[in-house]
């Protein structure tokens, strides 16, 4: 465990929207009177009624229930646009768009753009029928269309459902039946890595598959101008749809708890699941956040790296830099084309000030070598982010030497699509930092630690992480099946909310977020988290990446089984094995004892990025038969390779 502290850099404490002091103050605040400290924030934003009552929430299951903001009532858009333009900021660039291939050139929005495209989209929505609580399936690429899209549902109380560009037609599909979709907005391809997407003829394949009849329009943008096929009257051009629609569109009130969207998770765990969340409470937590863990400034560049296709990309790509009139990049491509200094060249291009990326991409640039890094100058960076998996320390380390010569703060951000925003995080001016550790809750979060019985756990421990009240950012169902939502997050530790994950706390009340619980090792009665030991592997100069699961073993109960992926030009052999085994017995202990290192040129991953040790498990037990659900899978062959090395370890 490392005792590593960074506290808050000097110049930061004059120029920052919360010091130390002021946290303490105002999260006692928020956890006291959370109608006093909500409903102030929620004073910030534009109602067409303001809310009067704050939080109606329940976690019991007698009078379960989460309402905020109930008798509110709003439109998120005239938040994210209308708002900025009555304030002269019509002509601040909202999004600044940079193309997969950088030979393209770059582009921008201005909120104004912004507001009359969604407007013109959203006048053509309601002429095709839509109508609120209608659902919409949005099936984009990285392009401002996208973000347009997105807008224009929430201007006339329709449901958006974003579905990914990466997947496949049978996952479109899926997700179409389960929100009984009426409108697809796609685009004809998309670009990505260099390659095209073929968006349009995976729309085409999704809806020939059972179950998806209720799409009756599918709106096509013409991005890359490749020729697809058009079926009338069901396919319309977007650009034609739009054209000749009016700049202004009466935006429909809705009232606080009406849906804004559906956004089925990652699926790390299992089948993918429809996270409802609705207007008021995640329009108020998605900008709060953003505001107050990016100690937003006026003239900040922000830039995260994640797809729109996932939460964060939802509450900060979209709604929360737009509430807060943010400049944000839009990236249609990957950090790794044309080559491994695009992220950086990107920066510098845009004089990027605050970059929000992931544990995999950085160690996946970690491992390509400093001197990619070095040849920018990334002058401009003032604040670095991370979300999506714990981060080792040694990555900690590197994105704040090499990436951020030292200088900006990290925000490690630890959140889940369920939560709708950040919940544990440092805040750059009030909180020093320790590398790995996600720090402290946000305002209004009540964390707490239970043990397998739900028995809360006190003092500088570990155990199950709990949320004990809800905040305003929270989902509010499962898309049809709200039985299926008490029971999988209020029923295991009842009266609280169970992320699912594992934490420690520390002396200092520190958080520490040891990864998911099913992904727990008992070895011989000992509880070892996976993150530890992974960050113990990658401490190692060779290894780029590692991951640990537990396999039954005799004598152990569960034995460990690790799966290392090594640097670029380094050779597996049995004395690196030696070498490993010893050196994550030296750092956690002998009980960490490694059985089985298998090499792995590469590690499954979900298309967010994140390892999927569903799928390790059961190659470590052997049972390849069983590899259950691999649809969400970013490369399948992978895991080809990986049952055809097993034996062989
Ligand atoms: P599914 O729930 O479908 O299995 P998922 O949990 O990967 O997929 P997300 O909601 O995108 O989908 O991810 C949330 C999870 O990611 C958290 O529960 C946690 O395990 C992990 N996570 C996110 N941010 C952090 C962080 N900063 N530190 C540690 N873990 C994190
Ligand atoms: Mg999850």
């Known amino acids: 465990m490392t005792q590593d502290v960074y506290p808050v850099p000097q110049e930061l404490c004059d120029c920052t929207l919360c010091t130390d002091e002021q946290y303490i103050e105002q999260y006692a605040r928020s956890i006291h009177d959370p109608d006093g400290y909500w409903g102030e924030i929620a004073g910030t934003f534009e109602w067409f009624k303001q809310p009067t009552k704050i939080k109606n929430t329940s976690f019991h299951k007698d009078d379960f229930g989460i309402k905020w903001f109930e008798d509110g009532e709003l439109n998120i858009t005239v938040n994210c646009l209308d708002r900025h333009l009555k304030q002269g900021r019509g002509n601040k660039i909202a999004y600044i768009f940079e193309p997969d291939s950088p030979r393209y050139p770059s582009g921008s929005v201005t909120f104004r753009e912004l507001h009359d495209r969604t407007c013109q989209l959203a006048n053509a929505l309601r002429q095709l029928g839509i109508q609120k609580g209608d659902r919409v399936a949005i099936y984009m690429p990285m392009i401002v269309d996208a973000a347009v899209s997105m807008l224009a549902c929430a201007r006339i109380g329709a449901i958006h459902t974003v579905i990914f560009g990466g997947f496949s037609a049978q996952s479109i599909a899926d ?24 968006l349009k003829a995976n729309v085409d394949q999704a809806l020939k598959l059972p179950g998806t009849n209720s799409v009756e329009t599918v709106l096509v943008v013409r991005n890359t101008h490749a020729a697809v096929n058009m079926q009338m009257p069901r396919d319309r051009w977007f650009d034609e749809v739009t054209r000749n629609q009016p700049v202004e569109c009466e935006p429909e009130r809705m009232n606080a ?8 998770t990652s699926g790390s765990t299992g089948k993918p699941k429809g996270v409802l969340h609705t207007t008021g409470g995640y329009m108020v937590y998605a900008a709060h956040t953003h505001r107050m863990v990016f100690d937003l400034r006026d003239d900040d560049v922000f830039w995260c790296t994640a797809d729109i296709g996932w939460i964060t ?34 920066i510098d291009r845009h004089r990027v000030t605050i970059l929000y990326t992931a544990p995999t991409a950085i160690r996946s640039l970690m491992r390509e070598g400093d001197e990619n890094v070095k040849l920018s100058e990334r002058t401009s960076i003032r604040l670095l982010g991370s979300v999506g998996e714990p981060i080792n320390p040694e990555a900690w380390r590197w994105y704040y030497e090499v990436a951020g010569d030292s200088r900006s703060p990290i925000v490690d951000t630890w959140w889940q699509t369920e939560t709708g925003g950040i919940m544990i995080s440092p805040l750059p001016g ?22 397998a019985e739900g028995k809360t756990l006190s003092g500088a421990t570990e155990g199950n992480l709990v949320i004990t009240d809800s905040w305003p950012g929270q989902m509010r169902t499962i898309y049809g099946d709200p039985q299926r939502f008490f029971d999988t997050y209020f029923s295991t530790y009842p009266g609280t909310y169970f992320t699912g994950d594992g934490a420690r706390r520390d002396e200092d009340d520190y958080w520490w977020i040891t990864g998911r619980v099913d992904d727990v090792i008992n070895v011989s009665g000992h509880r070892i988290g996976t993150a530890e030991v992974e960050s113990a592997l990658v401490a190692h100069p ?43 017995r030296t750092t956690i ?41 691999t649809s969400t899978l970013a490369d399948p062959s992978v895991v080809d390779h990986l049952v055809s090395t097993r034996s062989a370890d």
């Open 257 to 264: 708890e009406d849906p804004l969207f559906i956004l089925y």
């Open 430 to 451: 009030a909180t020093a930092l320790k590398p790995g550790s996600a720090t402290r809750p946000f305002f209004g979060i009540k964390p707490e630690l239970v043990d």
């Open 542 to 584: 060779h290894v780029a990446e590692a991951a640990v699961v537990g396999f039954p073993h005799e004598l152990k109960g569960q034995g460990l089984y690790a799966y290392v992926t090594l640097n670029a030009e380094v050779a597996e052999s049995d004395d690196l094995r030696t070498e490993l085994v010893k050196l994550v």
């Open 175 to 198: 997700r179409v039946q389960d929100a009984q979709v009426k409108l697809i907005i796609t685009a004809d391809e998309g670009h990505r890595g260099g390659k095209h997407v073929p």
């Open 313 to 346: 990309g939802h509450s900060y790509i979209v709604y929360g830099p737009l509430c807060n009139a943010a400049t944000t990049v839009l990236f249609e491509g990957i950090p790794t084309y044309p080559d491994v200094r695009r992220t950086w060249q990107i």
């Open 589 to 629: 202990g002998p009980i960490a004892t490694l059985d089985v290192i298998h090499w792995a040129p590469g590690l499954p991953k979900t298309r967010s990025g994140k390892i999927m040790r569903r799928i390790l498990r059961k190659i470590a037990e052997g049972e390849l038969g069983a590899l259950g659900d």
